[in-house]
């Protein structure tokens, strides 16, 4: 009989059906953004600019996002002092890690070897720059500066945590992917939530509505690939990449929070 703890069995059957499970998270995730876009959509264009939003709308929406922000800071806080190797979140990493490098197929890693690029630095750089230019040209420059603040704020943030937790990597033999920084949190998964979460958010401000439940579930698959991508490639443990997530979605929430607040504001003073 196993003394292993529960989450440590879970986590070691999960990486023996790593490439199923992934499947199903993929699609529920891609579905369920698709219907929770449309679904807002609906609401949306019942009042579609009938009249300004109340101060009293705007305070709510800003204190929804400040618990959900207070939420992923706790979440983050949790996972961060449970991640040792002697504690059962740590066993479960290994397991995990161990259970996905013994069965995870080896077409299936070169698959995400290149998936994964689509969160690295040196690719969302240059469309931050195209995505401003094109903003910029277009006269949305407040949307351009939070685009540019919201993709900087995690090139400085992330590199900060690593070297506060200073937790190393995975070991693999696969080469097919190399890392030499720490690896928690996990900064192509706070990278890819807050590029195409923003992404998602300027789709929906300046592109016509048929563009958005696309728009909704492409950010969504990409979130998650590249998120699923970093624990295939056994380039971080699963709860780097919960970290990255979450640390990731409290700075997408704090910029997309500042520009609604900011935009509301504006239309405001215009029509005063």
Not at 104 to 129: E, N
Request: net charge positive.
């Amino acid at each position: 009989m196993s003394t292993e703890a529960p989450l440590v069995l879970a986590a070691r059957q999960l990486g023996a059906h790593a490439l199923p499970w992934f499947l199903v998270l993929l699609a529920v995730a891609v579905i369920g953004a698709g219907l929770a876009c449309h679904t807002l959509q609906k609401r949306h264009f019942r009042t579609l600019d009938t009249e300004e939003p109340s101060e009293p709308r705007i305070a709510l929406g800003l204190a929804s996002g400040f618990m959900l922000i207070l939420l992923a800071s706790s979440l983050f806080a949790w996972i961060a002092s449970n991640i040792s190797d002697g504690r059962v979140l740590g066993q479960a990493d290994h397991a995990l890690t161990d259970a996905i490098a013994l069965h995870l197929p080896r077409t299936a890693l070169v698959a995400f070897s290149w998936l994964t690029h689509l969160g690295d630095a040196a690719f969302l750089a240059p469309v931050c720059l195209l995505v401003a230019a094109v903003l910029w040209w277009h006269a949305h420059r407040g949307l351009a500066l939070g685009w540019v603040l919201a993709l900087g704020g995690t090139v400085v943030l992330n590199p900060a945590l690593k070297q506060i937790f200073a937790r190393a990597r995975p070991l693999h033999d696969h080469g097919l992917a190399l890392e030499t920084s720490y690896s928690f949190p996990s900064g192509h998964s706070a990278g890819a939530i807050v590029s195409y979460g923003m992404m998602l958010y300027l789709l929906l401000r300046t592109l016509p509505p048929r563009w958005h439940v696309p728009g909704a579930m492409a950010a969504a698959a990409a979130i998650v690939t590249i998120a699923c991508s970093r624990i295939f490639l056994q380039v971080h443990f699963a709860s780097d990449v919960a970290a990255g997530l979450l640390t990731g979605l409290a700075w997408l929430l704090v910029c997309v929070s500042s520009l609604e607040y900011a935009r509301h504001r504006q239309q405001r003073r215009a029509l005063a």
